[in-house]
């Protein structure tokens, strides 16, 4: 056994100490000023080139022992996306400690830069999507802290970027004032950073009065010379308001159409349509919802 030991390190020794040609990969690194460009998706890290050398040396380099990378300098970046690999043998060789390049066996290198910038949005939260409940209004305005944030990424990414950038709403059904953290998200995490991730944010949410009214409704298009009778009572209006509001409200600015074109003639009825109402009111509806007629010569 020591024998054969022997005889082993002797053959590996002197086998190590010929020269061989093969492929190895061989690492790669980009030289590029991070204050002013970012690489938008994952830059590579190796390229395949053939070299010829000492078996010693091809054994380090397969091992990635000590191995210096090549430093690749891109002109023209952002606008440069690739590059074929005979334009890396320079940097390559430069750094091949003991080994003779043949050539560069990828064919070429893919990579996607954009200019790092800083952009500053308002901040904002979008009403019209808060969930209140039935008999609640939203009553801005709405307070939050703090009203801005400021971005920076890619170009291309944070150009895109609404302002003002909306947060979060609540998932809760609100029915009182609300006060709370809301999250500031965007599905850039890793390109793009941004100095707020949640704000407080304040508003009101307030009960409604309600309150009805009896409309005489509008006609339109009815034939001439018929009588007509609404067989399922007066026309109605139920709305709603901000209790502030209450002496502001002018119930006789509503207007409600009844219009004979969009008679049912399977049930002689006509949906009323309210064509006009007093500001600051809400949540307006007509009762009844379909109005039964009747008509008869006059």
Request: net charge positive; glycine share 4%.
């Amino acid at each position: 056994m020591l024998c054969f030991f022997t005889a082993a390190t002797f053959w590996l020794l002197n086998a190590l100490n010929k020269n061989y040609t093969t492929l190895v990969s061989y690492p790669i690194q980009f030289a590029y000023d991070p204050r002013q460009l970012v690489p938008v998706k994952p830059l590579p890290e190796e390229v395949t080139i053939s070299v010829t050398g000492k078996g010693w040396k091809l054994l380090r380099k397969n091992l990635q022992f000590q191995v210096q990378p090549a430093i690749l300098t891109i002109r023209g970046l952002p606008y440069v996306k690739s590059v074929p690999g005979t334009a890396l043998r320079p940097a390559i060789s430069s750094v091949l400690d003991g080994l003779a390049l043949n050539f560069v066996a990828t064919d070429s290198i893919a990579f996607d830069f954009d200019r790092l910038v800083t952009r500053k949005v308002p901040i904002t939260v979008d009403s019209t999507q808060l969930q209140i409940d039935s008999g609640f209004a939203f009553a801005g305005p709405i307070v939050i802290r703090p009203d801005s944030v400021t971005f920076v990424g890619p170009e291309r990414i944070i150009e895109q970027f609404p302002s003002p950038y909306p947060l979060a709403v609540p998932t809760a059904s609100l029915k009182a004032p609300y006060k709370g953290e809301l999250s500031l998200t965007h599905d850039f995490t890793k390109l793009v950073k941004a100095d707020v991730s949640e704000a407080e944010v304040e508003f009101n949410v307030l009960a409604l009065e309600r309150q009805e009214v009896a409309v005489p409704p509008l006609l339109q298009n009815f034939p001439p010379g018929y009588r007509l009778r609404l067989v399922n009572g007066p026309v109605r209006v139920q709305y709603a308001f901000l209790p502030k509001h209450r002496e502001q409200i002018q119930p006789e600015l509503f207007q409600v159409v009844l219009d004979y074109q969009k008679f049912n003639a399977a049930d002689s009825t006509i949906v009323p349509v309210v064509s006009h109402k007093p500001p600051l009111v809400r949540q307006v509806a007509v009762l009844p919802a379909r109005v039964h007629i009747s008509l008869t010569p006059q």
